[in-house]
């Protein structure tokens, strides 16, 4: 079902993408084919009486981009927050390159893109990055350089992040999770709130991230982002309850579009909550 | 422990701070503003001059001492200095009557073994009595009378003396401690304390609401990096703050117009009582704990206005049971283990021991009160990278 995308897609993997620092664990995993990027087994995670994620089994072959996509609540987060070593699963094991996790050292290869901005208002750009990139490692000044221009904030280096507008916010953010180059790039909601023309950018910079071999999960309740993933995956109700591309999951819906799809595969599965 | 992202964290608190004008006006304008304002106040309550009178048991030397404080008559019109010098030395009878009949304020006692104390390296011992009534009041008569006694002994005993040793005596009620002695050390403490709290706090919360600290916890630093970097990054501030405290108060010490500034710092009298260097190191071990009980007390709060609402809780309590309002044996027994465990009582024991009493390291109050200082600093660190959640360490 991976077939079509997988073999265009899955061109040579460029270990130079990975951080110095991850390079050790992230590229050797990266280059045995098999390790999955990130991987759960029988992860559940409760709070209290409430399964926030309740039984996901999932392995993501590297160099893709996966979109998760569920209502609020489904437990989108929690599941990211599982697969990346964030959060301690109740039960279950998860794995960042064949590594498991939770590992402080597996953080270094993993870009992490939250949905709040997670940026210091009072700072300049340039500081806001300068400071998480000392967090990841040794990089100098071109390479922070780079991130800016990648988001087009090169030329606000100075400006203090109160002055900037919400979408430029974003994208420094986005700039601050990619700054060291990771080689698993998991970015929750990173296209809320922003406009049309800054998401066509943002998926345009996602798709040259997987060209050169990074591997993304990116999760959205926004259906018309899903055509632009590789690969789905539907959660509801704390589980994954379909997975395959956008065309195969319309096609076994035998619907015309994702949300019907998506209301279709929920309604076959029985145990998932409202 | 990586040196490179403590670095990191230090650089970013120090950028936002310069970005955070009111902030730094917090830190620095507002302490010395409040220690103007109270000087300026206490300094307006001395009206009358100080009624003085001198009762000699040291023989010799006594006479000595209270000639040089009698020739002082004459300058006492030049000296700002309001104290009414008396011409004669009388008896501890006549004094006390004095005391009790309102005829006198203060009286200076210079006790039988003074020759034996201007030997020693505490300096002699002696005893100032006044009514007792009045208490805030007679703090401030002998303050002066602690400038006139100063300038007395210089003239009096050739070579350098250690600063005397006074104790004070009432002629009714209790015998009472000096409450300026013990205000200006306070202060600092107090200050350092509740500032560094407030900011230390009120910058973690941010961090946890903001998600800041979620993507910092998403990175590879430790917690203990965390606390270390706010540590130090708060800490250089709080460093700032406590030597233009101290320099504000013993730039106060050497204004030569003694007199009106008499009642603001009691430090006046004593310029070389203890070393500076102590008292900041004092102060700021004071500070480390509170930048660690700010990233505790975030946790319990949503907003900033949550963070002011522990300032009651938190620090208010602190600054009642720490000694300096009514000694921790005068309070009610099941306060007196509390008070003994607040960081507070200890710092502002110490800076008083080291300001005022002139000890140094060699005393075991400061070194009891500088040990308990690095525990409790040391524990509310453990503490506050405790309430750091996080699945790996």
Same mark, same amino acid.
Not at chain 1, 12 to 21: C, E, T, V, Y
Not at chain 1, 52 to 57: E, K, L, S
């Given at each position: 079902?991976?077939?079509?995308?997988? +073999?265009?897609?899955?061109?040579?993997?460029?270990?130079?993408?990975?951080?110095?620092?991850?390079?050790?664990?992230?590229?050797?995993?990266?280059?045995?084919?098999?390790?999955?990027?990130?991987?759960?087994?029988?992860?559940? &995670?409760?709070?209290?009486?409430?399964?926030?994620?309740?039984?996901?089994?999932?392995?993501?072959?590297?160099?893709?981009?996966?979109?998760?996509?569920?209502?609020?609540?489904?437990? &989108?987060?929690?599941?990211?927050?599982?697969?990346?070593?964030?959060?301690?699963?109740?039960?279950?094991?998860?794995?960042?390159?064949?590594?498991?996790?939770?590992?402080?050292?597996?953080?270094?290869?993993?870009?992490?893109?939250?949905?709040?901005?997670?940026?210091?208002?009072?700072?300049?750009?340039? =500081?806001?990055?300068?400071?998480?990139?000392?967090?990841?490692?040794?990089?100098?000044?071109?390479?922070?350089?780079?991130?800016?221009?990648?988001?087009?904030?090169?030329?606000?280096?100075?400006?203090?992040?109160?002055?900037?507008?919400?979408?430029?916010?974003?994208?420094?953010?986005?700039?601050?999770?990619?700054?060291?180059?990771?080689?698993?790039?998991? *970015?929750? =909601?990173?296209?809320?709130?922003?406009?049309?023309?800054?998401?066509?950018?943002?998926?345009?910079?996602?798709?040259?991230?997987?060209?050169?071999?990074? +591997? *993304?999960?990116?999760?959205?309740?926004?259906?018309?982002?899903?055509?632009?993933?590789?690969?789905?995956?539907?959660?509801?109700?704390?589980?994954?309850?379909?997975?395959?591309?956008?065309?195969?999951?319309?096609?076994?819906?035998? +619907?015309?579009?994702? =949300?019907?799809?998506?209301?279709?595969?929920?309604?076959?599965?029985?145990?998932? +909550?409202? | 422990?990586?040196?490179?992202?403590?670095?990191?964290?230090?650089?970013?608190?120090?950028? !936002?701070?310069?970005?955070?004008?009111?902030?730094?006006?917090?830190?620095?304008?507002?302490?010395?503003?409040?220690?103007?304002?109270?000087?300026?106040?206490?300094?307006?309550?001395?009206?009358?001059?100080?009624?003085?009178?001198?009762?000699?048991?040291?023989?010799?030397?006594?006479?000595?001492?209270? !000639?040089?404080?009698?020739?002082?008559?004459?300058?006492?019109?030049?000296?700002?200095?309001?104290?009414?010098?008396?011409?004669?030395?009388?008896?501890?009878?006549?004094?006390?009557?004095?005391?009790?009949?309102?005829?006198?304020?203060?009286?200076?006692?210079?006790?039988?073994?003074?020759?034996?104390?201007?030997?020693?390296?505490?300096?002699?011992?002696?005893?100032?009595?006044?009514?007792?009534?009045?208490?805030?009041? %007679?703090?401030?008569?002998?303050?002066?009378?602690?400038?006139?006694?100063?300038?007395?002994?210089?003239?009096?005993?050739?070579?350098?003396?250690?600063?005397?040793?006074? %104790?004070?005596?009432?002629?009714?009620?209790?015998?009472?401690?000096?409450?300026?002695?013990?205000?200006?050390?306070?202060?600092?403490?107090?200050?350092?304390?509740?500032?560094?709290?407030?900011?230390?706090?009120?910058?973690?919360?941010?961090?946890?609401?903001?998600?800041?600290?979620?993507?910092?916890?998403?990175?590879?630093?430790?917690?203990?990096?965390?606390?270390?970097?706010?540590?130090?990054?708060?800490?250089?501030?709080?460093?700032?703050?406590?030597?233009?405290?101290?320099?504000?108060?013993?730039?106060?010490?050497?204004?030569?117009?003694?007199?009106?500034?008499?009642?603001?710092?009691?430090?006046?009298?004593?310029?070389?009582?203890?070393?500076?260097?102590?008292?900041?190191?004092?102060?700021?071990?004071?500070?480390?704990?509170?930048?660690?009980?700010? $990233?505790?007390?975030?946790?319990?709060?949503?907003? %900033?206005?949550?963070?002011?609402?522990?300032?009651?809780?938190?620090?208010?309590? !602190?600054?009642?049971?720490?000694? $300096?309002?009514?000694? $921790?044996?005068?309070?009610?027994?099941?306060?007196?283990?509390?008070?003994?465990?607040?960081?507070?009582?200890?710092?502002?024991?110490?800076?008083? %021991?080291?300001? $005022?009493?002139?000890?140094?390291?060699?005393?075991?109050?400061?070194?009891?009160?500088?040990?308990?200082?690095?525990?409790?600093?040391?524990?509310?660190?453990?503490?506050?990278?405790?309430?750091?959640?996080?699945?790996?360490?």
């Amino acid at each position: 079902m991976r077939d079509a995308r997988m +073999t265009q897609t899955s061109a040579p993997l460029r270990p130079s993408r990975a951080a110095p620092a991850a390079v050790s664990a992230a590229g050797a995993a990266a280059h045995a084919s098999a390790t999955p990027a990130l991987e759960g087994r029988g992860l559940v &995670k409760t709070y209290g009486s409430i399964r926030a994620v309740d039984g996901v089994d999932i392995a993501l072959p590297p160099g893709r981009i996966y979109g998760l996509l569920g209502p609020n609540g489904a437990g &989108k987060t929690t599941l990211i927050r599982l697969l990346v070593g964030l959060a301690r699963p109740t039960s279950g094991e998860a794995y960042v390159l064949g590594r498991r996790v939770p590992s402080r050292e597996m953080l270094a290869s993993i870009g992490y893109m939250t949905q709040a901005d997670g940026i210091y208002p009072e700072l300049s750009v340039w =500081e806001n990055i300068r400071f998480f990139a000392a967090l990841y490692g040794n990089f100098d000044r071109e390479r922070l350089m780079d991130a800016l221009r990648i988001v087009e904030l090169d030329g606000r280096a100075g400006t203090p992040v109160l002055q900037l507008s919400g979408g430029m916010r974003r994208r420094l953010s986005l700039a601050c999770a990619l700054v060291h180059r990771p080689p698993v790039v998991v *970015l929750d =909601e990173p296209t809320v709130g922003i406009d049309p023309a800054l998401r066509v950018q943002f998926w345009r910079h996602f798709r040259s991230l997987s060209a050169e071999g990074a +591997t *993304l999960l990116v999760s959205s309740h926004v259906m018309d982002e899903a055509d632009r993933c590789d690969e789905l995956l539907f959660i509801r109700g704390g589980k994954v309850i379909a997975r395959g591309s956008g065309e195969e999951l319309r096609r076994r819906a035998g +619907t015309a579009d994702l =949300e019907e799809a998506f209301l279709r595969f929920s309604g076959a599965d029985v145990g998932a +909550t409202a | 422990m990586s040196p490179r992202r403590v670095t990191a964290l230090i650089r970013r608190i120090v950028a !936002q701070f310069r970005r955070d004008r009111r902030t730094l006006a917090l830190i620095f304008v507002v302490p010395i503003a409040i220690s103007a304002l109270l000087g300026w106040v206490l300094r307006d309550q001395q009206t009358t001059p100080v009624r003085l009178g001198i009762v000699n048991d040291g023989g010799a030397a006594g006479a000595r001492i209270a !000639q040089a404080i009698i020739a002082t008559r004459a300058e006492s019109s030049i000296l700002p200095l309001p104290v009414d010098v008396p011409a004669s030395t009388i008896t501890d009878a006549e004094a006390r009557s004095a005391l009790r009949d309102d005829r006198l304020d203060v009286v200076l006692v210079i006790p039988s073994d003074v020759v034996a104390g201007l030997a020693s390296a505490t300096g002699p011992h002696l005893v100032v009595m006044t009514q007792g009534a009045n208490p805030p009041t %007679e703090g401030g008569q002998v303050a002066q009378v602690r400038q006139v006694l100063a300038s007395a002994l210089a003239s009096a005993v050739p070579g350098a003396v250690a600063a005397p040793v006074i %104790e004070h005596q009432t002629v009714f009620g209790a015998a009472n401690q000096d409450p300026f002695d013990a205000l200006s050390p306070f202060f600092i403490g107090f200050f350092v304390y509740f500032l560094v709290f407030i900011l230390t706090g009120i910058s973690f919360l941010r961090e946890r609401v903001g998600g800041t600290l979620e993507r910092l916890l998403a990175t590879p630093v430790t917690k203990g990096e965390i606390v270390l970097g706010y540590t130090l990054g708060f800490g250089i501030f709080a460093t700032l703050q406590v030597i233009v405290l101290l320099a504000f108060t013993l730039m106060r010490v050497d204004v030569p117009a003694i007199g009106p500034l008499g009642a603001f710092s009691i430090g006046l009298a004593v310029p070389s009582a203890g070393n500076p260097l102590l008292a900041f190191v004092v102060a700021l071990l004071l500070a480390i704990g509170a930048v660690s009980l700010g $990233i505790f007390i975030s946790t319990f709060a949503r907003t %900033e206005f949550q963070i002011l609402q522990f300032i009651p809780i938190v620090i208010v309590p !602190q600054g009642l049971l720490s000694g $300096i309002f009514w000694r $921790i044996e005068t309070l009610p027994g099941p306060l007196q283990p509390i008070a003994r465990a607040l960081p507070l009582t200890y710092a502002a024991d110490g800076l008083r %021991e080291i300001m $005022i009493q002139g000890r140094g390291l060699a005393a075991s109050g400061v070194q009891l009160d500088l040990a308990v200082l690095v525990a409790i600093a040391a524990l509310f660190v453990v503490l506050a990278a405790g309430t750091i959640r996080r699945e790996v360490a």
